[in-house]
């Protein structure tokens, strides 16, 4: 079972780490990792505007987090990530799916996804659609897949 909640003050440190960890699972080097500390981290200021969810099991353990950002006139799915223990699970849906509903509440229409690379076939399953190569917000020189997702809909995922 799979529980979602908002994100606590005072749990930005642990859902960092919580990131940093599902990052390294596909193998990045330590200076890869380095490079994206900031854009992995999770910020007090956007767990207190609400933009910041958690996913627990039925242990009350959490095991996964996501935040919704704005750009604009778009929302963006600024940080998805599920602990590794818990990958293949479901949680990665059910994080979706909040993420979902929370931009929708917040009255977007549509969302931009950067995806990295080993979450591409993912997004494509959630049903956003390519819209092309994008800069990489952490490493220079390289590029990452951007997605969109219609927040208009009526099915979510």
């Keep these: 079972m ?3 909640r908002k994100a606590k003050p005072g749990e930005s440190e642990s859902l960092t ?12 080097d330590a200076e890869f990792m380095r490079l994206c500390t900031a854009s992995l981290t999770v910020s007090e200021a956007s767990i207190a505007a609400g933009r910041v ?3 627990t099991d039925a242990a009350g353990r959490t095991i996964g987090t996501v935040s919704v950002a704005e750009d604009g006139d778009m929302a963006e799915l600024a940080l998805m990530f599920v602990d590794p223990p818990a990958i293949g699970g479901g949680t990665g849906r ?10 929708r509440r917040l009255g977007h229409r549509r969302m931009a996804i950067l995806a990295d690379p080993n979450a591409a076939p993912f997004y494509q399953r959630m ?6 190569n994008a800069p ?3 490493i220079p020189g390289r590029t990452l897949p951007l997605y969109e997702y219609d927040l208009t809909s009526e099915t979510v995922s």
């Design 17 to 28: 780490a919580l990131c940093m960890r599902s990052k390294a699972h596909w193998g990045y």
């Design 94 to 103: 059910a994080l979706f799916d909040e993420a979902v509903g929370l931009a």
């Design 136 to 138: 990489s917000d952490a």
């Design 127 to 132: 049903g956003a659609r390519f819209v092309r």
């Design 2 to 4: 799979i529980l979602t």
């Design 53 to 55: 969810l958690v996913a």
